[in-house]
Nanobody, 124 residues
Framework: VQLQACGGGLVQAGGSLRLSCTKS????????VGWFRQAPGKEREFVAG???????AYSDSVKGRFTISRDNAKNTVYLQMNSLKPEDTAVYYC???????????????????WGQGTQVTVSS
């Protein structure tokens, strides 16, 4: 399964962006998609996850501002990002797995498919 992430851009603080992660083929209900981000000089960190198309998880830093969702008809998972802050600036990646367990949802090592990154820049 190939993943393609898009939707990044430059936005002012307080603004919104919606990232998309489109899968190259339909996956079963057991497929998990996670969003991660990596800022310059920092490690890749978990942002949000949609576990087996049902349960969601968010990092504390984005909870209440970001929402992960899916559109099965479009084979796409979205990350709606509201109230953006300069510290949200990073390259955002989507990742997928059909074998990950819930306790590993926040661990990038649990994912075996990765899309290319999309840059999100939030100006102050």
């Amino acid at each position: 399964v190939q993943l393609q992430a898009c939707g990044g851009g430059l936005v002012q603080a307080g603004g919104s962006l919606r990232l998309s992660c489109t899968k190259s083929e339909r996956t079963g209900s057991g497929y998990t998609v996670g969003w991660f981000r990596q800022a310059p000089g920092k490690e890749r960190e978990f942002v949000a996850g949609l576990f087996r198309g049902a349960n969601t998880a968010y990092s504390d830093s984005v909870k209440g501002r970001f929402t992960i969702s899916r559109d099965n008809a479009k084979n796409t998972v979205y990350l709606q990002m509201n109230s953006l802050k300069p510290e949200d600036t990073a390259v955002y990646y989507c990742a997928g797995s059909n074998t990950i367990i819930w306790s590993n949802t926040r661990n990038p090592k649990g994912y075996n498919y990765w899309g290319q990154g999309t840059q999100v820049t939030v100006s102050s």
